[in-house]
């Protein structure tokens, strides 16, 4: 007989008095002095395990006694409404066959009991069976559906940009390399640098820090794209917000200035919001009630507010004005830090801000120069709570203006070939914004480490399993 | 005013008389003695151009004769019904303004002719513009927006498993090296080897070849999970199917033996077959009509066929009664070669066969013996016209058996250790198989070589962009 999800008999599919099979993990074992246990039984389809009944009339009873947290079942057995609290429906056991022991249960890592996300990132291979870790992988797939429906939705095209690139365009030095040499035997050219011609691709290779700038090629031939894939930093920063390996979601859009961005972007973390909200209300109660009790709250609050749009100039002034004291200091010209960021959005706003218009000196190459040439065509959405969670921008478009910009940074045309053929056939105006799903993820979650909300965490130091 | 994509113009989403603006690239031009010109006008958000009826009265109307194909344009008009035959609406231009120009028309590398695939692939970044790389695209993406629509549907989470690993369980040696060391200026251990205790990671790290143990963590404890994500090979074959770089479905599903993985995989074919020929029709149409004759028809023949299910060894013993000369021999023991499983699903079965069992000297460490400890619960989707196309396997769950097997093929059980501990721990039976998702664009639209069907392919000697 085929057996059931969980979620399934929890939601009452299947209608009281009826034969069910269910199949999962032992959460907890109790056995009550009236001869009969309890068995919390977990298969991840959702956050709460159902009970099950073991009456001590099942033949293989002692056996059902020694069962421990994480010991593995199927259980046949009649729905039945719960006569305690909590849950609606329960199973009465017909039968327990086990399928697996726990070698060892007083060393078994994984017991029931609460365990610091320290000690779960150290068993990365167990952790997805604990409360916590279940419900950020529940919501990690939710985030993820709801942003590639998004997007279907609204005629966009997902675009894999590729992962190993010899083009270190947006490199700044943070990258890794990727190679088949053999590194006792390095071949060498004559002024004694790696050949790298030998070597697998024939040109020196890394892994990308963005697709931005090869999913504008598919923007100026499709209209509407994104790209959702592993991007990498070989920064050496140990901090609760970075990785050396995470996944982004980015948006190109032919046709479209920083106004329109703007928009996809409210647009787009309003309705992955709602999809959470609605289809994981389960794994949000537990993240409101053990990890940060605004979880839900906040997102409410972001769904139903109007983002407000403030320019980079006006945000300095009103930080000037505010009477606060930063540590860092505010002047026309320096990047926002987290400080400023929170400031406007929690104290000053009360809701998320879109800040445009940052000026050009503290920007990257593409963005598009402003008509006072001193500002670029950027915005940034500051949310209540985290600050900056998306990085956008108008593109520079017009071949002249992009040339003349690449001179000013230094930076060689030639190097710039593919891009700049995207302005020299057929230019249009076209804007894209860059989100960090596991900072998304984040603050969905209230998780304080990105660390914790992505299976296998890359950092300095650590690419275990 | 907005803009309105020309998909929704074609399928009438405007009525006739109603004002639209369309923004776009021109195909072609042409002009008409009575004094008029006609623009295929296309924005990549379906296979068909829109066309455009640009009349002298225009006050550009010299400009609008200048156009050639890859310029940008941005047209106002009248939705009217197309006097012409192919489509049935047209726009009748009210206002045309040009975007962008193409630099020298003459040299512009995409003009308005057949190309060869290899000649638009040394023009990746300008051949989304094409007919047939415009097609695949919106191809891939139906493709890849089914599989998440058929995994979510059945309760499956999707995880990202890593890219980056130190671990290389899998590796058989054509693994990439990732890593961030000075190569100019290796540290050394006291043995004269690389110190890499000292690189980014703390190990030698490299790109993964396959999330498949990873994500097993997950099915043993979310029950029904799958990757969508990149996988490396540092293979150095320079033929039409292998990509250093390629995309990989991976699915994972506690409680399920071969027999359930194996009605996955049709299920998940049908399904996404079935998606491809309900919502691109129009690309299907044109694959049928280029590239394939047998594109649509033979994608119907494998949604209404039942797959086939067939043991390895008769297999063998159909081949070898066949009477059929194979340029390599048959014999109890031999991997099926790509003429002997066409042969099978082309010739003698003509369907698509799920191929079961294996000898287990031919397949991997992690499938699981049978009970005649010659062969594995391993299985092939053998599909006609292309070969394999999705392998899979029941996992050994049984730890001394999972030990026993390492042992024998001189594996060192330490490095497993993780893997051993979901054997150790609450084991349960467990299966998946592996989808190469280029070979299914492939094979879906008939084009030969999967470097046509991935936005920026890698191969050896091969990264750019």
Redesign the interface.
Known sequence: MA?T?V?DILKGQHAQGATVTV????RTRRDSKAGLSFIALH???CFDPVQVIALNNLENYQQVQKLTT???V?VTGTVKASEGQGQALEIEATQIEV?????NPDT?P?AAKRHSVEFLREH???R??TNVI?AV??I??CL??AI?RFF?ER?Y???????????DCEGAGEM??????D??N?PKDDK???DFSQD????E?F?TVSGQL?VE??A?????VYTF??T?R?E?SNTSRHL??F?MIEPEV??ADLSDIAHLAEDMLKYVFKAVLEERADDMAFFAQRINKDAISRLEKVIDQDFVRMDYTDAINILQKSGKKFEFPVAWGVDLSSEHERYLAEEHVGAPIIMQNYPKDIKAFYMRINDDNKTVAAMDVLAPGIGEIIGGSQRE?RLDVFDRRLEEMGLDKEDYS??R?????????HSGFGLGFERLVAYVTGMQNVRDV???P?T??????
């Not at 095209?157 to 083009?167: E, L």
């Not at 890794?176 to 040499?181: A, D, E, K, N, Q």
Request: proline letters at 7%; hydrophobic letters at 40%.
């Open positions: 057996h999800p979620v199949k999962g993990w032992v298969d991840g389809s994480g010991c593995s199927a399928l697996g022991w726990v070698e078994y994984m990365a291979h167990l997805p069976r279940g992988t529940r990690r797939n993820s559906q590639h279907h005629g095209f997902w675009i894999s940009t590729p992962i190993v690139t010899a083009s890794f390399r990727v190679s088949t040499l590194m006792l390095l004694g640098q790696v697998f691709f024939g040109k290779a892994l090869n090629t598919f100026c031939a499709m209209s509407k894939g592993p990498f070989a050496n050396a390996e996944w032919a046709f478009e593919w891009y053929d995207l302005r020299r056939y057929g230019t249009v105006p992505i299976p296998f890359r300095p130091g650590s690419a275990s399993y």
